[in-house]
T-cell receptor, first 114, second 114 residues
Framework: AQTVTQSQPEMSVQEAETVTLSCTYD???????LFWYKQPPSRQMILVIRQEAYKQQNATENRFSVNFQKAAKSFSLKISDSQLGDAAMYFC???????????FGKGTKLTVNP | NAGVMQNPRHLVRRRGQEARLRCSPM?????VYWYRQLPEEGLKFMVY????????ESGMPKERFSAEFPKEGPSILRIQQVVRGDSAAYFC????????????FGPGTRLTVT
């Protein structure tokens, strides 16, 4: 079964600085997708960024970018110019081609210090 | 365009009662997914439904839990004879046909069993 591991239960960053959240996954498949979701205190799950495994180029969405290392099965999230509103739980998730369920990691709690 | 709607947002049940959680997908979405989030954990897949069909229920507990997505009306997750261990946040997500990895999440229902 596929697993997703987030090794950092908590991280903190100063406002305006950069932080990287780690995620590794385990799969023997070649067709899959990876995601980062943000869960603020409201508990709403918000999609931050998505990466298709067949794409070599790292996905970017404004201040959010990923470092996708397929061979190492690593998918880290970089947040640049951190803002107070970025404070939340961040979940890494895996979706396998042909199966529509997502597998989530346990999350990283990000604190942004003013 | 309204997002995924879930109600109630909070539900309190005594042990042995039934809990019914409702999910209305986004307009134009025909696929619904239910996930459960236990305290301090990531989301865990429970069931994937299309209209009038259960496609994948591999994450559903074998007893007391059922789900449906009728031709008309919202999807319902039903938990019979609730126990304390059922206390969790239950999230619904929806997607369009042909876009399984663009899952949009509702705000969740927090179930508390007393």
């Amino acid at each position: 079964a596929q697993t997703v591991t987030q090794s950092q239960p908590e991280m903190s960053v100063q406002e305006a600085e950069t932080v990287t959240l780690s995620c590794t996954y385990d799969t023997s498949e070649s067709d899959y997708y990876l995601f980062w979701y943000k869960q603020p205190p409201s508990r709403q799950m918000i999609l931050v960024i998505r990466q298709e495994a067949y794409k070599q180029q790292n996905a970017t969405e404004n201040r959010f970018s990923v470092n996708f290392q397929k061979a190492a099965k690593s998918f880290s999230l970089k947040i640049s110019d951190s803002q107070l509103g970025d404070a939340a739980m961040y979940f890494c998730a895996y979706g396998q081609g042909g199966s529509e369920k997502l597998v989530f990691g346990k999350g990283t709690k990000l604190t942004v210090n003013p | 365009n309204a997002g995924v709607m879930q109600n109630p947002r909070h539900l309190v049940r005594r042990r042995g009662q039934e809990a019914r959680l409702r999910c209305s997908p986004m307009k134009g979405h025909s696929h619904v997914y239910w996930y459960r989030q236990l305290p301090e954990e990531g989301l865990k897949f429970m069931v994937y439904l299309q209209k009038e069909n259960i496609i994948d229920e591999s994450g559903m507990p074998k007893e007391r839990f059922s789900a449906e997505f009728p031709k008309e009306g919202p999807s319902i997750l039903r938990i019979q004879q609730v126990v304390r261990g059922d206390s969790a946040a239950y999230f619904c997500a929806s997607s369009k046909q042909g876009a399984p990895y663009e899952q949009y999440f509702g705000p969740g229902t927090r179930l508390t069993v007393t």
